[in-house]
């Protein structure tokens, strides 16, 4: 595989477009990997006590729905947010991924996974008693998500 940089005069007009001879795993992390890197997710507004706070994407650990509310939860608070879960998976960085239908989690802050092959497997976080746990339907895709984001820090 070939790495190619043309120069253009019309910044407007930059794109990245990879030439395959087809769709493979390998292929699908280079976008997933490029988009992850082109997305500039701004800071979300969440909500605490009447006061309205902005926080990086970063620092969110997980976002749950309790009773038609959406939360979402850093290490050591949790702030409400007036977006839908679906709508966050769509701005959301690729560090994001669903693991049930209420709740995202930010893979780069999990710390263990206490897998149960029977029901929901358990997720802690670095720095935070707080847990959640991701459902048997989403734990494949949210362990690939994982191993790639492991994988890709490897290489930076």
Excluded: W
Excluded at 19 to 30: F, P
Excluded at 124 to 146: E, I, N, T
Aim: glycine residues 4%; positive net charge.
């Amino acid at each position: 595989m070939k790495v190619r940089i043309e120069i253009i005069e019309d910044a407007e007009n930059e794109e990245i477009v990879i030439r395959c001879a087809g769709i493979n795993e390998r292929i699908q992390l280079i976008e997933r990997t490029v988009a992850g890197l082109l997305s500039k997710t701004p800071a979300l507004t969440l909500y605490k006590d009447g006061e309205e706070f902005y926080l990086s994407p970063k620092k969110i650990l997980f976002f749950e729905t309790q009773n038609e509310t959406v939360c979402a939860h850093t290490a050591d608070d949790a702030y409400k947010t007036k977006q839908r879960l679906y709508e966050l998976e769509n701005i959301l960085p690729r560090e994001f991924i669903r693991i049930s239908k209420s709740a995202i989690i930010n893979v780069r802050h999990i710390m263990s996974i206490s897998r149960n092959l029977s029901a929901s497997s358990l997720i802690k976080f670095h720095g935070s008693h707080k847990q959640v746990y991701v459902s048997r339907s989403y734990f494949k895709a949210m362990r690939q998500r994982l191993d790639e984001i492991r994988a890709g820090s490897a290489i930076r």
